[in-house]
Nanobody, 123 residues
Framework: QVQLVESGGGLVQAGGSLRLSCAAS????????MSWVRQAPGKEREFVAG????????YYADSVKGRFTISRDNAKSAVYLQMNSLKPEDTAVYYC????????????????WGQGTQVTVSS
């Protein structure tokens, strides 16, 4: 069983930056495809960014491309999401999610989830 714990959320003004972290335990991290998924109030979960188990392939939703960067450190069993030029529409609970094998751009394809961290962007 894989356990995921997110941190780094908070309140930021539009145009600002935040860095989310996700610490993994209980699995073989170097074999996990990892992603960040967000859910805004009243909306379905939305894929944000994904990274392959080796870190050599990354994937982004069009809405965050060029502003967000996903990365991972297999030695630390951690994945990160650097968020720049934040917009009010980025406000959501951000979840770290994982699956063995390939990372995908489908939020429903992930098997393991963290508890989420709130990101609020004020205008």
């Amino acid at each position: 069983q894989v356990q995921l714990v997110e941190s780094g959320g908070g309140l930021v003004q539009a145009g600002g930056s935040l860095r989310l972290s996700c610490a993994a335990s209980g699995g073989v991290f170097s074999r996990l495809g990892m992603s960040w998924v967000r859910q805004a109030p009243g909306k379905e979960r939305e894929f944000v960014a994904g990274i392959s188990w080796r870190g050599d392939s990354t994937y982004y939703a069009d809405s965050v491309k060029g502003r967000f960067t996903i990365s991972r450190d297999n030695a630390k069993s951690a994945v990160y999401l650097q968020m720049n030029s934040l917009k009010p529409e980025d406000t959501a609970v951000y979840y770290c999610a994982s699956r063995y094998g390939f990372a995908t751009m489908s939020a429903t394809s992930y098997d393991y989830w963290g508890q989420g961290t709130q990101v609020t962007v004020s205008s």
